[in-house]
T-cell receptor, first 114, second 114 residues
Framework: EADIYQTPRYLVIGTGKKITLECSQT?????MYWYQQDPGMELHLIHYSYGVNSTEKGDLSSESTVSRIRTEHFPLTLESARPSHTSQYLCASSDFGTATGELFFGEGSRLTVL | AQSVTQPDIHITVSEGASLELRCNYS??????LFWYVQSPGQGLQLLLKYFSGDTLVQGIKGFEAEFKRSQSSFNLRKPSVHWSDAAEYFC????????????FGTGTRLQVTL
């Protein structure tokens, strides 16, 4: 069973608010990822990290930012939310050493911006 | 860059019937291939993966998939579907050396009728 947790699961906020989506994993994985998922669309990689103090932008441009100060924690922040940010955000992690490619996903954070 | 196509957006099968979900990929070398399942309100869970070797791979929950290089396909099959298999299924491809940075298809939603 994967041990990766996302909070909040659901968030409804107004335009212009700052939000942080939390993601924590207890597996000691070096690699962590944020994917954006819209209905009927593929998952898009928006951020990833290969370890502490390492962050990279993914394939889909995003106005969000991430940080990786601790191995187990990979929060995503939107400084000023807009309705276009409404989506589901999935956090994932994997073991750098094995290169198996298996991602362990959290249950997702569904964001609605009014 | 790699890409994945899942031609079927929605499939409905009767419980006990066989299932095949299609996946076609585009990648210049031998890819890493994955099938993930997402139940409603949940994150994604790995069903099976192909890296090399035997082209028929077995996964969890009675699923299997066959890698066909000549057709650039990695179709998912199950001989007898259970009602609990109703979910969204995602095919994904990883480039050699960066297997944990995956490209996902748009998903196929499976409905199971009793």
């Amino acid at each position: 069973e994967a041990d990766i947790y996302q909070t909040p699961r659901y968030l409804v906020i107004g335009t212009g608010k700052k939000i942080t989506l939390e993601c924590s994993q207890t597996m000691g994985h070096d690699k962590m990822y944020w994917y954006q998922q819209d209905p009927g669309m593929e998952l898009h990689l928006i951020h990833y990290s290969y370890g502490v103090n390492s962050t990279e932008k993914g394939d889909l441009s995003s106005e969000s930012t991430v940080s990786r100060i601790r191995t187990e924690h990979f929060p995503l922040t939107l400084e000023s939310a807009r309705p276009s940010h409404t989506s589901q955000y999935l956090c994932a992690s994997s073991d750098f050493g094995t290169a198996t490619g298996e991602l362990f996903f959290g249950e997702g954070s569904r964001l609605t911006v009014l | 860059a790699q890409s994945v196509t899942q031609p079927d957006i929605h499939i409905t099968v009767s419980e006990g019937a066989s299932l095949e979900l299609r996946c076609n990929y585009s990648y210049g070398a031998t890819p890493y291939l994955f099938w993930y399942v997402q139940s409603p309100g949940q994150g994604l869970q790995l069903l099976l993966k192909y890296f090399s070797g035997d082209t028929l791979v077995q996964g969890i929950k009675g699923f299997e998939a066959e890698f066909k290089r000549s057709q650039s396909s990695f179709n998912l099959r199950k001989p007898s579907v259970h009602w609990s298999d109703a979910a969204e299924y995602f095919c994904a491809v990883g480039a050699t050396g960066t297997a944990s940075k995956l490209t996902f298809g748009t998903g196929t939603r499976l409905q199971v009728t009793l």
